[in-house]
């Protein structure tokens, strides 16, 4: 059986200097509840914006220790399931992502899910592709909002987040300190309303420690292939520094020149934007899984 964390243990930074919660051996499954981004805070279509305290966004709940970890190592965390409730909530508003500043009011949505379907309304149902948008371990200097990406996670927003995959993190502390919240029922690419489809739930996930390898920045691992998830200040930053920190990975594991390599990358590679409305942007470069098989590549021989 699982280990537990209730989401009454939340953090709302990321920090090194943060108690954990718990305490765990690598290799340990723990099932972790969450608030939605909005600690649960929007109960119906008539919450105004100043009912809101905006202190209480985004929590993450956590941190775990997780035994062995170290600064120079990797945090392998492996979601094995993702469970959520059966109403989401949706916001927009003036300055309020990417078309904030066009809108003239704030209105909150209140989203039944039922049947695999997001219900937006009488005609149209949604798609569901559960998804963790806040995960990631503490930073090396000072505490980040769990509202912020950066090299140690945080608020990505990455749609690949979900069942099955396996996300890579640096380790900047000991024992890591990973936190996670901010679930979606659905998600697409951008968040550019700033809010999925937001709702609380529990993540079943395996924490284990890679000692004496480590990376710049999270990278994710799924059937379909691999990609560095990069936050930065300008989508242009974000997307190259995703694919030079590819490059340093892919290029030791292979017998091509850089050159052939970047041809390969132009050719089979794919730049994908994970969200624009954080304080960062993300975005990531993807391999597929084709292209690593046809190279003979392993992510951690």
């Given at each position: 059986m699982a280990e537990t964390l209730a989401c009454k243990d939340i953090i709302y930074a990321f920090s090194k200097d943060h108690k954990p919660v718990k305490q765990?051996?690598?290799?340990?499954?723990?099932?972790?509840?969450?608030?939605?981004?909005?600690?649960?805070?929007?109960?119906?279509?008539?919450?105004?914006?100043?009912s809101i305290d905006w202190d209480q966004i985004n929590p993450a709940t956590g941190p775990i220790y997780v035994e062995t970890a170290e600064p120079g190592d990797l945090l392998k965390v492996k979601v094995q399931s993702i469970k959520f409730s059966e109403t989401g909530v949706m916001t927009v508003g003036p300055d309020l992502g990417v078309l904030g500043p066009h809108l003239e009011k704030f209105e909150a949505k209140i989203i039944p899910i039922r049947n695999n379907k997001a219900i937006f309304n009488e005609k149209i149902e949604l798609p569901l592709n559960p998804m963790i948008g806040v995960i990631g371990v503490a930073p090396a200097g000072e505490p980040v909002s769990c509202g912020t990406p950066g090299?140690?996670?945080?608020?990505?927003?990455?749609?690949?987040?979900t069942e099955g995959a396996e996300?890579?993190?640096?380790?900047?502390?000991?024992?890591?300190?990973?936190?996670?919240?901010d679930m979606h029922a659905a998600m697409?690419?951008?968040?550019?309303?700033?809010?999925?489809?937001?709702?609380?739930g529990t993540a079943v996930v395996t924490l284990d420690?890679?000692?004496?390898?480590?990376?710049?920045?999270?990278?994710?691992v799924n059937d379909e292939g691999i990609a560095f998830l990069v936050s930065a200040e300008t989508l242009d930053e974000a997307v190259r520094v995703s694919i030079e920190e590819?490059?340093?990975f892919l290029l030791p594991k292979t017998e091509?020149?850089?050159?052939?390599?970047?041809?390969?990358?132009?050719?089979?590679g794919e730049t994908q934007i994970?969200?624009?409305?954080?304080?960062?942007?993300?975005?990531?470069?993807?391999?597929?899984?084709?292209?690593?098989?046809?190279?003979?590549i392993k992510w951690f021989d």
């Open positions: 765990v051996k690598p290799g340990t499954t723990i099932s972790i509840d969450t608030y939605d981004c909005f600690q649960n805070q929007i109960t119906s279509s008539e919450t105004g914006i100043s090299p140690h996670g945080g608020n990505m927003d990455t749609k690949l987040i996300i890579y993190f640096p380790v900047f502390t000991e024992g890591a300190l990973f936190g996670l919240g697409g690419d951008g968040e550019v309303g700033v809010s999925g489809i937001e709702v609380s420690v890679i000692k004496g390898t480590s990376l710049n920045y999270p990278l994710l590819m490059m340093a091509l020149t850089m050159n052939e390599l970047t041809m390969l990358f132009s050719a089979a994970s969200q624009v409305v954080d304080p960062l942007v993300t975005a990531r470069f993807f391999i597929p899984a084709h292209l690593l098989e046809s190279l003979g």
